[in-house]
């Protein structure tokens, strides 16, 4: 069953670095790859806001509030994207989550994975 695990998220201090992985658990290469990308955040109390989203043909395009500081990416091969964030502030706190649209389906979620950003 396909499905998209997340992980690497954590406590870290304001100007912390995490970078964030999503697998495609189940899926074959020929899914993954015509599939655009997305993280979402949830910080408590918000709506689920779109951070970072790459195309098939790794167009990018980031929330205002991230760009500059977080990067988006994927391994095709792998069948993974990643969010690398860099100087991270309290604001960036919620969970993540990763979003999967292929051109034939309806968008698959993952579970998410917490990102604590406090001294």
């Known amino acids: 069953q396909a499905r998209l695990v997340e992980s690497g998220g954590g406590l870290v201090p304001p100007g912390g670095s995490l970078r964030l992985a999503c697998l495609a658990s189940g899926q074959i290469f020929s899914v993954f790859s015509p599939s655009d990308m997305a993280w979402y955040r949830q910080a408590p109390g918000k709506e689920r806001e779109l951070v970072a989203r790459i195309t098939s043909e790794r167009r990018t395009n980031y929330a205002d509030s991230v760009k500059g500081r977080f990067t988006i990416s994927r391994d095709n091969s792998q069948k993974k994207v990643f969010l690398q964030m860099n100087n991270l502030k309290p604001d960036d706190t919620g969970a993540y989550y990763c979003?999967?649209?292929?051109?034939?389906?309806?968008?698959?979620w993952g579970q998410g994975t917490q990102v604590f950003v406090s001294s």
């Open positions: 979003q999967q649209v292929h051109p034939n389906s309806d968008p698959l």
